[in-house]
């Protein structure tokens, strides 16, 4: 019943910085927490971060600590992932998602899912 709406992709040049947005259509009290994953070609679906909306606790993945950062708007129903430096390496396709915690975000327990956006970083 909820759906999550990506947008921001695109493509910028290596050091480049994009800011992702996740629009949520509804909040439900059994989704307190929200966070994005991403995928590259030939490669298994990656977790980035999480943040949890109940107290604004995050939790990020070792490959993009000090250079992403998400944020979310109560009044929006909007999570953001502001990514900065970015490298080549971060080329994939971005999907937001909504579960119950930070940790079950982080293990892909996940109760929706967007359609995602590309992000392509050329070197």
């Known amino acids: 019943q909820v759906q999550l709406v990506e947008s921001g992709g695109g493509v910028v040049r290596a050091g480049g910085s994009l800011r992702l947005s996740c629009a949520a259509s509804?909040?439900?009290?059994?989704?307190?927490?929200m966070g994005w994953f991403r995928q590259a070609p030939d490669k298994e679906r990656e977790f980035v971060v999480a943040?949890?909306?109940?107290?604004?606790?995050?939790f990020y993945a070792d490959s993009v600590k000090g250079r992403f950062t998400i944020s979310g708007d109560d009044a929006k129903n909007t999570v953001y992932l502001q990514m900065n430096s970015l490298k080549p390496e971060d080329t994939a396709v971005y999907y937001c998602?909504?579960?119950?915690?930070?940790?079950?975000?982080?293990?892909?327990?996940?109760?929706?899912w967007g359609q995602g956006t590309q992000v392509t970083v050329s070197s």
């Open positions: 509804q909040r439900t009290f059994s989704n307190n927490a």
């Open positions: 943040i949890a909306l109940t107290n604004g606790n995050t």
């Open positions: 998602a909504a579960g119950t915690s930070i940790f079950n975000i982080q293990r892909e327990r996940c109760e929706y």
